[in-house]
């Protein structure tokens, strides 16, 4: 096996496939103000912007940003906490969560039509591969991206 020659490729290619209009959307959806709309969404409409940082592994700094965004989307609320009115707790709005479900749709329609157009077969060696990459990376990548992780890297 000519790693160097399969290296390049395997680089080619994921440039090419992040260039997508497909995977441009999905990368966003995965991050950011999508990411932290998604989680209001499963965490039943609400959250403490402490809990948000902690869960997502942010920093608070990040998580003020990407709320004072959404607060100007009229996407979430701030409000005092139910259970501790010293707190100011986040909610998400009605806006913002038919705006979640209207991503979180656009996305599975997205990929589905990828798996689809893999075929059954295709599509689930390209599960099983992806699987085994996370595998890999847990194993052997993992410490060399926590100890990068613990500076700059701590964003979404």
Same mark, same amino acid.
């Given at each position: 096996?000519?790693?160097?020659?399969?290296?390049?490729?395997?680089?080619?290619?994921?440039?090419?496939?992040?260039?997508?209009?497909?995977?441009?959307?999905?990368?966003?959806?995965?991050?950011?103000?999508?990411?932290?709309?998604?989680?209001?969404?499963?965490?039943?409409?609400?959250?403490?912007?402490?809990?948000?940082?902690?869960?997502?592994?942010?920093?608070?700094?990040?998580?003020?940003?990407?709320?004072?965004?959404?607060?100007?989307?009229?996407?979430?609320?701030?409000?005092?906490?139910?259970?501790?009115?010293?707190?100011?707790?986040?909610?998400?709005?009605?806006?913002?969560?038919?705006?979640?479900?209207?991503?979180? *749709?656009?996305?599975?329609? +997205?990929?589905? !039509? %990828?798996? =689809?157009?893999?075929? /059954?077969?295709? @599509? *689930?060696?390209?599960?099983? +591969?992806?699987? !085994? %990459?996370? =595998?890999?990376?847990? /194993?052997?990548? @993992?410490?060399?991206?926590?100890?990068?992780?613990?500076? %700059?890297?701590?964003?979404?």
């Amino acid at each position: 096996m000519d790693s160097s020659a399969l290296l390049s490729e395997l680089i080619k290619k994921l440039h090419e496939l992040s260039n997508t209009c497909m995977q441009k959307h999905i990368g966003e959806s995965l991050k950011g103000e999508m990411l932290l709309l998604q989680f209001l969404v499963n965490q039943g409409g609400s959250s403490l912007p402490s809990h948000l940082s902690e869960s997502m592994n942010v920093s608070s700094a990040r998580i003020a940003a990407v709320l004072n965004s959404l607060c100007k989307k009229g996407f979430v609320r701030r409000k005092p906490d139910p259970t501790d009115r010293r707190k100011k707790a986040v909610f998400i709005t009605e806006a913002g969560f038919q705006y979640a479900l209207q991503q979180r *749709r656009y996305l599975r329609d +997205i990929m589905l !039509r %990828i798996l =689809e157009g893999l075929g /059954e077969t295709d @599509a *689930r060696e390209y599960i099983r +591969i992806v699987g !085994r %990459i996370i =595998e890999i990376s847990k /194993e052997e990548a @993992a410490p060399a991206c926590e100890s990068q992780a613990a500076g %700059i890297y701590s964003v979404f």
